[in-house]
DNA sequence: TCAAAAGTGTTCCATCTACACCCATGT
DNA sequence: ACATGGGTGTAGATGGAACACTTTTGA
């Protein structure tokens, strides 16, 4: 009855933090000065503090390590604790799911730099694998909830907010309907602001902006909904 | 520059086993012997052992402490770490989600009990929470995904089938849609086969077999899908 | 022949995509 | 004027909910 002894694995955090630069979705990664996997980047992160709690310690090591202090959102990922995972010690992973909006530019340290999510460098450790994960994530709740909130600036026009939709999506989106969608799920507004028009001319674009600013599903019960009356 | 000393805390993983029992969604629970919490109900779990990895641990702790060993689906839920999840030691838990098909009746010890999952009985440390994430997992994974595998037998009449449905989502499903919803989707097929009606007469049933047993999505961009034509 | 349970047909509705067309602005 | 980009109107497609109706059985 009686299972292996325990274990008083070392424990460590990691964030998939993401950005839309450029029109692309961008990881922001690391690179190791040390073996193993020296000269590979991975996933900014470290050692979970004594005293600390998860979330806690993946904000303040993303503030002390790489300067990232403007999370517009972070939610945890998932936790990996294949023995395997560290070639030499134990070490169990939890990682998260962080985003930046597209108008802040962190100032990160040398040894760090933003990657094309969709084609990244060669990543160490398991890496690669968390980062598929968080994109997977994205898409999946860019779906089905407001998290375009935290890809996007305050305030936007629809084609700026379109553009980060298809970075994010990774397949074009029309502004046109994003527009209706959001505007009919309520999450986005009017501000009554908007933009003028560029040297090519055009009409002026109206200036939105996300009605909240934390995650909210929006469009639960796509189907199999509760039935309309009692 | 330096964060805290690094943290050698305890590492547990949990489960939230699942199966619909006489027409109720029904959770598993241990029950405590000592302090904290002494005769609160808990999650099963226990220790992560020194070479496990955590899908093995849960997998291993649920077959020699709570004897469930068919479990249709097992996925991660979450990992809590706040230092005061746990009154006397720090203690890291990663939860499971699992599942055990409606037609199976394991042969759990003494101690356990299955109990309401709408309504369960005063639980220790944050379980209750964590217990209610599992709960909206599956929820929102009978909507998208074709999950329902397992929670159902290997095969089942629709009548059946709504009732698992309505247990584990709280509200009614009608048989004659959820047909050809998963029939739509491809998820479940006839196996030709009927079941003779009972006592009181009625037409017999036809039964039907999920195509595929193990989890896939079947219903993804519900919303925002890629342009069908480039 | 009647009640009961399963299954089918059909209508309605919500919501998304696609696309033609209209609007406001710069050159 | 006309090019350019934004915005609106609208038609079509999809897919699920609701519900009446039909089918198949037992008593």
Chains 1, 2 share one sequence.
Do not use: C
């Amino acid at each position: 009855m009686a299972g292996p002894r325990a274990s008083v694995a070392a424990h460590e955090v990691l964030a998939v933090i993401f950005q839309v630069r450029q029109q692309r979705l961008s990881v922001l990664l690391w690179r190791r000065a040390r073996p193993p996997y020296e000269g590979a980047w991975v996933l900014p992160g470290g050692r979970l503090g004594a005293t600390e709690g998860l979330d806690e310690s993946i904000r303040r090591q993303l503030a002390q390590k790489v300067d990232v202090r403007d999370l517009t959102h972070l939610e945890q990922l998932e936790t990996r604790g294949d023995p395997e995972r560290h070639p030499a010690d134990r070490t169990l992973a939890t990682s998260y799911l962080g985003l930046v909006p597209a108008d802040t530019d962190p100032a990160t340290p040398e040894d760090t730099a933003w990657h094309p999510a969709p084609d990244p460098p060669p990543m160490g450790f398991d890496h690669a694998a968390i980062m598929r994960a968080g994109r997977r994530r994205l898409r999946a709740k860019l779906s089905y909830t407001n998290i375009g909130f935290a890809l996007a600036p305050r305030e936007f026009t629809m084609s700026e907010l379109s553009g980060y939709y298809r970075a994010a999506l990774g397949h074009d989106v029309a502004a046109t309907n994003l527009r209706r969608v959001l505007l009919r799920r309520g999450q986005i507004e009017e501000t009554g602001e908007s933009v003028p028009s560029g040297r090519s001319g055009g009409r002026p674009a109206a200036l939105f902006r996300f009605r909240a600013r934390e995650l909210e599903i929006t469009d639960a019960f796509a189907v199999l909904r509760p039935p309309s009356r009692e």
